[in-house]
Protein backbone atom coordinates (compact mmCIF):
# COMPACT_ATOMS: atom_id res chain seq x y z
CA UNK A 1 0.00 0.00 0.00
CA UNK A 2 1.18 3.43 -1.41
CA UNK A 3 0.96 6.47 0.76
CA UNK A 4 -2.82 8.35 1.55
CA UNK A 5 -3.08 11.80 1.38
CA UNK A 6 -4.89 12.96 4.31
CA UNK A 7 -7.38 15.04 2.33
CA UNK A 8 -11.62 14.54 2.44
CA UNK A 9 -11.64 13.89 -0.92
CA UNK A 10 -8.95 10.80 -0.42
CA UNK A 11 -9.85 7.33 0.22
CA UNK A 12 -8.75 7.62 4.04
CA UNK A 13 -12.07 9.21 4.21
CA UNK A 14 -14.36 7.02 2.06
CA UNK A 15 -16.40 5.39 4.57
CA UNK A 16 -16.99 9.08 6.54
CA UNK A 17 -18.17 10.51 2.76
CA UNK A 18 -20.47 7.34 2.38
CA UNK A 19 -21.88 7.95 5.74
CA UNK A 20 -22.42 11.36 4.99
CA UNK A 21 -24.01 10.34 1.98
CA UNK A 22 -26.33 8.09 3.70
CA UNK A 23 -27.18 10.34 6.40
CA UNK A 24 -28.19 13.05 4.07
CA UNK A 25 -29.98 10.45 2.10
CA UNK A 26 -32.13 9.07 4.36
CA UNK A 27 -32.63 12.40 6.10
CA UNK A 28 -34.31 14.12 2.82
CA UNK A 29 -36.43 11.16 2.90
CA UNK A 30 -37.77 10.85 6.11
CA UNK A 31 -38.49 15.34 6.11
CA UNK A 32 -40.49 14.67 2.52
CA UNK A 33 -42.40 11.69 4.13
CA UNK A 34 -43.06 13.12 7.30
CA UNK A 35 -43.78 16.91 6.66
CA UNK A 36 -40.47 18.08 8.36
CA UNK A 37 -39.34 21.43 7.69
CA UNK A 38 -35.96 21.56 9.11
CA UNK A 39 -33.40 18.88 9.39
CA UNK A 40 -29.61 19.21 11.10
CA UNK A 41 -27.17 16.61 10.17
CA UNK A 42 -23.50 17.04 12.19
CA UNK A 43 -20.36 15.26 11.32
CA UNK A 44 -17.89 14.77 14.32
CA UNK A 45 -14.54 14.04 13.36
CA UNK A 46 -11.85 12.80 16.09
CA UNK A 47 -8.04 12.41 15.69
CA UNK A 48 -5.61 11.10 17.62
CA UNK A 49 -2.15 10.42 17.00
CA UNK A 50 -0.59 7.84 19.39
CA UNK A 51 3.40 7.74 19.77
CA UNK A 52 4.91 4.40 18.96
CA UNK A 53 8.38 3.22 17.97
CA UNK A 54 9.22 0.24 15.40
CA UNK A 55 12.48 -1.07 13.38
CA UNK A 56 13.92 0.51 10.36
CA UNK A 57 15.35 -1.79 7.89
CA UNK A 58 18.35 -1.71 9.89
CA UNK A 59 16.85 -2.93 13.14
CA UNK A 60 17.20 0.86 14.08
CA UNK A 61 14.16 1.57 16.63
CA UNK A 62 12.78 5.03 15.07
CA UNK A 63 9.70 6.94 16.70
CA UNK A 64 5.90 7.48 14.60
CA UNK A 65 2.85 8.83 14.96
CA UNK A 66 0.23 6.28 14.61
CA UNK A 67 -2.95 8.27 13.39
CA UNK A 68 -6.60 7.15 13.89
CA UNK A 69 -9.93 9.21 12.71
CA UNK A 70 -12.98 8.36 14.24
CA UNK A 71 -16.21 10.23 12.89
CA UNK A 72 -19.35 10.15 14.12
CA UNK A 73 -22.75 11.77 11.38
CA UNK A 74 -26.07 12.44 12.96
CA UNK A 75 -28.97 13.68 11.67
CA UNK A 76 -31.91 15.29 13.82
CA UNK A 77 -35.11 16.55 12.00
CA UNK A 78 -37.16 18.90 13.55
CA UNK A 79 -40.95 18.90 13.61
CA UNK A 80 -42.85 21.84 15.15
CA UNK A 81 -45.61 20.01 17.55
CA UNK A 82 -48.26 23.06 18.89
CA UNK A 83 -51.41 23.27 20.87
CA UNK A 84 -53.58 25.98 21.51
CA UNK A 85 -56.23 27.67 23.54
CA UNK A 86 -57.36 30.34 24.71
CA UNK A 87 -58.79 31.65 28.32
CA UNK A 88 -60.55 34.63 29.35
CA UNK A 89 -62.40 37.08 26.88
CA UNK A 90 -65.17 39.24 27.51
CA UNK A 91 -67.01 37.18 30.26
CA UNK A 92 -64.21 37.42 32.44
CA UNK A 93 -62.36 40.60 34.41
CA UNK A 94 -59.17 40.63 35.53
CA UNK A 95 -59.26 42.00 39.64
CA UNK A 96 -56.69 42.03 42.64
CA UNK A 97 -57.16 40.07 45.47
CA UNK A 98 -56.34 42.05 48.45
CA UNK A 99 -56.08 38.17 50.47
CA UNK A 100 -53.95 36.58 47.58
CA UNK A 101 -52.24 39.63 47.08
CA UNK A 102 -52.21 38.81 42.99
CA UNK A 103 -54.31 39.31 40.68
CA UNK A 104 -57.12 37.00 39.50
CA UNK A 105 -59.68 36.28 36.60
CA UNK A 106 -63.21 35.98 37.45
CA UNK A 107 -66.48 35.68 35.60
CA UNK A 108 -68.39 39.12 35.37
CA UNK A 109 -71.11 39.41 37.22
CA UNK A 110 -74.58 39.48 35.51
CA UNK A 111 -76.75 42.76 36.32
CA UNK A 112 -79.39 41.79 38.35
CA UNK A 113 -81.60 43.56 35.36
CA UNK A 114 -80.36 40.84 32.75
CA UNK A 115 -82.76 37.93 32.32
Do not use: C
Not at 85 to 112: C, H, K, N, T
Amino acid sequence: MGNALITIESDTFTVLRNDINMILKNTLENMISKSGDKAEVKVSLKINLNRDSVPDDDEVLRDILVPMFEHKVTSTLQYKAELNGFVGGSSYELIWDPDAMEYVMRPIQDSLFDE
